[in-house]
């Protein structure tokens, strides 16, 4: 089978286009009897946002030129078409609408609410949704199936992020808030913004501060804080317990949600636990990328 995944050119600082690429590096070198290539990435399927698209300077120069970013140490080869055929399927994020390479096969990989970045869902027929998290919402239309297994194609840069042995903790707090711009700020005067910073920026001050401080409920920073020796904090957006924000335990390990000196002990006692998990999370991947293909083969062929 041949998979064509849409996504933004590779940004190491987006963990959405991470996943996607990944994704792409691990069917690649892990599964011989597939391929896999990255495609365009156009959210807007209409023929507005087609032209719109086309015709912006700098996308326009890049499609000219054949230029498309991806990561060098990947096996992510790119298509500026995508060929359709009876073993094609088609794997957009949520943020994509409508079908924009055409294929007669399409899989969504939710790896947000669907609607959630953008405030809009356009779907077609008869498509197959699987979803990267279970606390991402399953979501039904036109006749299409939700899936019931995970897709994860989880990427953890461990050389970057690490606890170093006896660290000097001279930083009180930092802070970052990504998507969670509308909740009420908490953090004390003179915490550190890690908004913009590159990753090497970020895991600098983690191996100096005590607490991390994090407003986007969603993001893998608060694990990559915990992985520096930090204590971890989410901020809650709406009053929910623990298990209503992240329903499978091993993903809140490392994490205090809230600031409550309960929460702040679960997160120092599950540190280990946290590691086992993120240890065994490229093999959980393989696992789940497995049963997808199979789920999406019987489901379109």
Same mark, same amino acid.
């Given at each position: ?66 230029? #498309?970013?991806? +990561? ?6 790119? *298509?500026?078409?995508? =060929? @359709? &055929? ?128 994090? #407003?986007?409920? +969603? ?6 804080? *915990?992985?520096?020796? =930090? @204590? &971890? ?69």
């Amino acid at each position: 089978m041949k998979f064509y995944i849409a996504s933004p050119e590779y940004n190491r600082n987006s963990g959405g286009t991470i996943a996607l690429h990944n994704l792409c590096h691990l069917i690649n070198t892990h599964f011989d009897t597939h391929q896999a290539m990255m495609v365009r990435h156009n959210a807007d399927a209409s023929y507005a946002g087609f032209i719109r698209d086309a015709l912006h300077p700098r996308f326009l120069c890049r499609r000219f030129m054949g230029r #498309y970013e991806t +990561n060098p140490e990947w096996d992510t080869p790119f *298509a500026e078409v995508a =060929c @359709d &055929s009876r073993d094609t399927i088609a794997i957009y994020p949520e943020i994509v609408l409508g079908n924009p390479t055409g294929c007669k096969n399409v899989a969504r990989w939710f790896l947000h609410h669907p609607g959630f970045l953008n405030g809009k869902v356009h779907f077609g027929r008869g498509e197959i949704y699987f979803r990267h998290r279970d606390w991402v919402s399953s979501f039904e239309v036109n006749g299409s199936k939700t899936s019931k297994h995970l897709l994860k194609a989880y990427y953890f840069p461990s050389h970057i992020y690490n606890d170093p042995n006896n660290a000097i903790r001279d930083i009180e707090c930092c802070h970052m808030i990504r998507k969670g711009r509308y909740t009420d700020r908490l953090h004390p005067t003179g915490s550190i913004e890690l908004d913009g910073k590159s990753h090497e920026e970020i895991a600098a001050v983690f191996k100096r501060a005590k607490t991390f401080m994090c #407003y986007d409920e +969603n993001t893998a920073y608060s694990r990559f804080a *915990a992985c520096c020796g =930090c @204590d &971890s904090i989410v901020i809650p957006s709406k009053k929910q317990t623990p298990e209503e924000w992240l329903p499978s335990e091993s993903d809140r390990f490392g994490i205090a949600y809230g600031t409550s000196e309960e929460q702040l002990a679960w997160a120092r006692s599950t540190k280990g636990k946290m590691w086992e998990e993120l240890n065994a999370e490229h093999e959980n991947s393989l696992s789940a990328i497995r049963v997808c293909i199979a789920e999406m083969k019987e489901y379109f062929l």
